[in-house]
T-cell receptor, first 114, second 115 residues
Framework: AQSVSQHNHHVILSEAASLELGCNYS??????LFWYVQYPGQHLQLLLK??????LVKGIKGFEAEFIKSKFSFNLRKPSVQWSDTAEYFC????????????FGQGTELSVKP | GAVVSQHPSRVICKSGTSVKIECRSL??????MFWYRQFPKQSLMLMAT?????????EQGVEKDKFLINHASLTLSTLTVTSAHPEDSSFYIC???????????FGPGTRLTVL
């Protein structure tokens, strides 16, 4: 079965630290890839997405992600986190196939200490 | 653009009653709407996919008689939790998409608490 794995359940960082959240998926075909953020008490917001082209994708709020096809990975990065980045982060994968559904990872809770 | 709303945002009901949750695409016509369930500290689990004018397609393990989905128009889908029980308490999130556009737009979610 297709699955998405986020390796870190809870990450605690100090402000200005660099961030990298891991995401791996299991599907051998073409995929669309997404990172969503859910701030406390708010709804899911799209951070960035990859469909094709340059595997290094820039998103909002200084986030970026790199698609490494050979590793089935789509890790999220930010060079310097802020307290306001405290949130839950979800990686999601959409296999490009008829009936392909959006499959979410289990989420990573990021806590940034001021 | 691409705003999805849900109503109500929170609902508390007694065990055995039914609750209806609405999902609306405010500024676009959604050919497909999705319903997810999210337990605390867990990921989103797809419950069902609905296309306008068609019966919803439910994921394995989701009781279609308990979670009734109606997608009567291109801007509205409803999820009715029938005969709700405390174990149905959860965060229900809908999303909407347009055919040929590889992205879903998410609603703010509805927190259901069944007493």
């Amino acid at each position: 079965a297709q699955s998405v794995s986020q390796h870190n359940h809870h990450v605690i960082l100090s402000e200005a630290a660099s961030l990298e959240l891991g995401c791996n998926y299991s599907y051998g075909g073409t995929v669309n890839l997404f990172w969503y953020v859910q701030y406390p008490g708010q709804h899911l917001q799209l951070l960035l997405k990859y469909f094709s082209g340059d595997p290094l994708v820039k998103g909002i709020k200084g986030f970026e992600a790199e698609f490494i096809k050979s590793k089935f990975s789509f890790n999220l990065r930010k060079p310097s986190v802020q307290w306001s980045d405290t949130a839950e982060y979800f990686c999601a994968v959409n296999p490009v196939t008829p009936g392909g559904k959006l499959i979410f990872g289990q989420g990573t809770e990021l806590s940034v200490k001021p | 653009g691409a705003v999805v709303s849900q109503h109500p945002s929170r609902v508390i009901c007694k065990s055995g009653t039914s609750v209806k949750i609405e999902c609306r695409s405010l500024d676009f016509q959604a050919t497909t709407m999705f319903w997810y369930r999210q337990f605390p500290k867990q990921s989103l689990m797809l419950m069902a996919t609905s296309n306008e004018g068609s019966k919803a397609t439910y994921e394995q393990g989701v009781e279609k008689d308990k979670f009734l989905i109606n997608h009567a128009s291109l801007t509205l889908s409803t999820l009715t939790v029938t005969s709700a029980h405390p174990e149905d308490s959860s965060f229900y999130i809908c999303s909407a998409s347009v055919v040929g556009y590889n992205e879903q737009f998410f609603g703010p979610g509805t927190r259901l608490t069944v007493l």
